[in-house]
């Protein structure tokens, strides 16, 4: 079975975010001051071959861990669903 994983990595809500941050005080400037305290994370997607959705969960999962992110500075959660 072949599932597609989307996955959302961002700061750790510790951490500062320069970019978040940058964005959001710029917000008044083009007329959207109710807006505040924006993060910016990265999002991937990525198609994996497996036998069950728990196999694939689990590669996708070692795939954040051991690559796609810093855990010591972000996060991450993901969606699967099956590839028809």
Known sequence: MKFRA?????????????QGKAVSNNMPNIGLPDIS??????????EVDAD???????QVNDACTKLLVNEIMEGFTFRLEEVK
Do not use: F, Q
């Not at 989307?6 to 320069?18: E, G, K, N, S, T």
């Open 6 to 18: 989307a996955i959302d990595i961002m700061p750790l809500p510790a951490l500062l975010d320069p």
């Open 37 to 46: 305290n924006v993060r910016i994370g990265k999002h991937v997607t990525l």
């Open 52 to 58: 069950s959705r728990e196999a694939a969960e689990g």
